[in-house]
Nanobody, 124 residues
Framework: QVQLVESGGGLMQAGGSLRLSCAAS????????MAWFRRAPGKEREFVSA????????YYADSVKGRFAISRDNAKNTLYLQMNSLKPEDTAVYYC?????????????????WGQGTQVTVSS
């Protein structure tokens, strides 16, 4: 089992920055990749970014490419999402997720562990 706890969400004006964190515990040695997804009000959950845990290969949704940066600290078992140039359309609950298998990183079904989510609200 892997437990995930997100933090760092909040209220920010458009153009500002926030950094989300996701602390992993439990069988973290079994993690192959981790990702961030988000769900905006009235919309389906969507992929934001993913990173392979040991290789550090990164993937981004087109909507955040160039503005968001995913990273991880293996020693601290922590995943990060640096969000810059925030837009009102970035408002959503952000979830971190982990998978133990090499898979389609943009697909939510590929992940078997999820955090509880953290709210990000961007005002115009």
């Amino acid at each position: 089992q892997v437990q995930l706890v997100e933090s760092g969400g909040g209220l920010m004006q458009a153009g500002g920055s926030l950094r989300l964190s996701c602390a992993a515990s439990g069988r973290t040695f079994s993690i192959y990749a981790m990702a961030w997804f988000r769900r905006a009000p009235g919309k389906e959950r969507e992929f934001v970014s993913a990173i392979t845990w040991f290789g550090g290969r990164t993937y981004y949704a087109d909507s955040v490419k160039g503005r968001f940066a995913i990273s991880r600290d293996n020693a601290k078992n922590t995943l990060y999402l640096q969000m810059n140039s925030l837009k009102p359309e970035d408002t959503a609950v952000y979830y971190c997720a982990a998978t133990q298998a090499r898979s389609s990183y943009q697909t939510a079904l590929s992940y078997n562990y999820w955090g509880q989510g953290t709210q990000v609200t961007v005002s115009s």
